[in-house]
Nanobody, 122 residues
Framework: QVQLVESGGGLVQTGGSLRLSCAASGRTDRTKPIGWFRQAPGKEPEFVAA????????YYADSAKGRFAIFRDSPKNTLYLRMDRLNPEDTAVYYC???????????????WGQGTQVTVSS
């Protein structure tokens, strides 16, 4: 089992920034926190970004490119998502997800955090 705890969400104005964190614990020898997804009210979960743990190779949704940055702290088993130039369309619950392999599909992840709310006011 892997436990994921997210933090860092909140209310921010358009153009502002936030940094989300996801701390992993439990059996993290192979399963790592490597993906961020988000879900807005009434919408399907949406891929945001992912990182390949062993070499740091990153993957971004088009909506995140140039504004968001995913990175990890390997010794701490912690995943981060730095979000800049936020806009109201970024408002959603953001989830961290863990897996052994990178996937852009939420079905590729076996472990999820509880989510952290990000609200961007106009």
């Amino acid at each position: 089992q892997v436990q994921l705890v997210e933090s860092g969400g909140g209310l921010v104005q358009t153009g502002g920034s936030l940094r989300l964190s996801c701390a992993a614990s439990g059996r993290t020898d192979r399963t790592k926190p490597i993906g961020w997804f988000r879900q807005a009210p009434g919408k399907e979960p949406e891929f945001v970004a992912a990182i390949r743990w062993r070499d740091g190779n990153t993957y971004y949704a088009d909506s995140a490119k140039g504004r968001f940055a995913i990175f990890r702290d390997s010794p701490k088993n912690t995943l981060y998502l730095r979000m800049d130039r936020l806009n109201p369309e970024d408002t959603a619950v953001y989830y961290c997800a863990a897996s052994q392999l990178v996937s852009l599909n939420p079905d590729g992840y076996g472990y999820w955090g509880q989510g952290t709310q990000v609200t961007v006011s106009s």
